[in-house]
Structure formats: structure tokens, C-alpha cells
T-cell receptor, first 118, second 116 residues
Framework: GAGVSQSPRYKVAKRGQDVALRCDPI?????LFWYQQALGQGPEFLTYFQNEAQLDKSGLPSDRFFAERPEGSVSTLKIQRTQQEDSAVYLCASSPTGRGGSGTDTQYFGPGTRLTVL | AQTVTQSQPEMSVQEAETVTLSCTYDTSESDYYLFWYKQPPSRQMILVIR??????QNATENRFSVNFQKAAKSFSLKISDSQLGDAAMYFC?????????????FGKGTSLLVTP
């Protein structure tokens, strides 16, 4: 299929470990979003890329969170020195156009990575 | 910041019946977009329906329709002829039309149970 894929699907980390979560968006999609979904909650925005440019990182909860999309396709969300409160599902979404495009652009979501920090 | 409220944590409907999920939002903007997303247990979010705020006509997609009341800031989802496959979490989401605010703001979701 040509959907958004994420890896790993599940990640268990010990507190203090660094983790890296990968997102493969739909080919050719300009926009890429990361969201954090805590248990029983709706997703919350973390950061936004238009091609390789990170245009919005206002949702990143701390400087332990870092995201990149160096070639404008695959993106990695890195969490340093993980804490228990980082336990959540991390969702990636992509959409065809960037800012200035249609506001009704569908965001296509991946299956998410469930991170558990012990 | 815009907030989205879904006041029904859980709803239940019998197969073939109709159910309405509620959503209200708070914004000072006049131009924006509203969405309903479905999240089955597999976790992959799927867009159900969307509405542009400047359009007065309510959006419809097959068995799914919305009741958009802009003045009341209400955006409810009606599912007709409910099917077992409709069982999922449903999230209402708001997106600003401002270019600097591109992300979706989600409500906390409503869990829909469909009984045979």
C-alpha cells in the first residue's frame, strides 16, 4: 500500500534512554505532522514540516524532543532522556500540499508508535 | 487557542439505527475548517467528513452527515443506518484557515459502540 507508515509500532524504553521514531509519509506529500496521543485523549500537535523546513514546533513539550526531515520525505522524532510522562502513541500524518494550499487537505495518518517508558 | 469539546465520552447505537455525536468548539476566527475523524482499534485515523466554515450547506458523505451551526459553534455528526464497522473512536477536529496555524486541534473523542 501507499499509505503513511511508522516504525517501530511498539517501543519500550527505560527511563533515561533515547528513542527514535520513524515516519514514512505518502510519496510526494509536502506536509508532515507529528502528534502525541495520550491514553484516552485526542491527538495533540507536536510539530509541522513543509518539505524539509520545520515551520512549527510549538507543540514540542520540551527540549528533549527533536524532529527532523532532512530530505523532505522521511521524518524522525527523537526523544532524549525519556520520562514516564512521554508514554503515549506518537502519530505521524502527511498531506499533499503545504501552507497556502487547501485548508481542507486530508491529513493521512499512520498507525502510530506506542511508546512505553518504564 | 481554539478548543474542541466532545461532551459524550461514550455512545451506543443499534445496528441500522441513527446516532448523533456532538461537538462544540471555541474560536474567535471567522474562517476555519472542521473535520470528523474515525479511529478504529487498529489506531489508524481515517477522515470521515469535512466542512468549510464559509459554506452554509452541511456536508454529507454517504451515511455520514453533519449539522454545522456556525453561530452556536456546533458541529455534530450524524451516522445513519449504523453498521458494526462504524464502531470506533470518533474525533472532532478544528483547523484554522490562518497559514501560521496549520495543525488539527482535536477533541477528546467519543467512543461509539454498535450493537447487533
Amino acid at each position: 500500500g501507499a499509505g503513511v507508515s511508522q516504525s517501530p509500532r511498539y517501543k519500550v524504553a527505560k527511563r533515561g534512554q533515547d528513542v527514535a521514531l520513524r515516519c514514512d509519509p505518502i510519496s510526494g506529500h509536502v506536509s508532515l505532522f507529528w502528534y502525541q496521543q495520550a491514553l484516552g485523549q485526542g491527538p495533540e500537535f507536536l510539530t509541522y514540516f513543509q518539505n524539509e523546513a520545520q515551520l512549527d514546533k510549538s507543540g514540542l513539550p520540551s527540549d528533549r524532543f527533536f524532529a527532523e526531515r532532512p530530505e523532505g520525505s522521511v521524518s524522525t522524532l527523537k526523544i532524549q532522556r525519556t520520562q514516564q510522562e512521554d508514554s503515549a502513541v506518537y502519530l505521524c500524518a502527511s498531506s499533499p500540499t503545504g501552507r497556502g494550499g487547501s485548508g481542507t487537505d486530508t491529513q493521512y495518518f499512520g498507525p502510530g508508535t506506542r511508546l512505553t517508558v518504564l | 487557542a481554539q478548543t474542541v469539546t466532545q461532551s459524550q465520552p461514550e455512545m451506543s447505537v443499534q445496528e441500522a439505527e441513527t446516532v448523533t455525536l456532538s461537538c462544540t468548539y471555541d474560536t474567535s476566527e471567522s474562517d476555519y475548517y472542521l473535520f470528523w475523524y474515525k479511529q478504529p482499534p487498529s489506531r489508524q485515523m481515517i477522515l470521515v467528513i469535512r466542512q468549510e466554515a464559509y459554506k452554509q450547506q452541511n456536508a454529507t458523505e454517504n451515511r455520514f452527515s453533519v449539522n454545522f451551526q456556525k453561530a452556536a459553534k456546533s458541529f455534530s455528526l450524524k451516522i445513519s443506518d449504523s453498521q458494526l464497522g462504524d464502531a470506533a473512536m470518533y474525533f472532532c477536529a478544528y483547523r484554522s484557515a490562518m497559514m501560521s496555524r496549520y495543525a488539527l486541534n482535536f477533541g477528546k473523542g467519543t467512543s461509539l459502540l454498535v450493537t447487533p
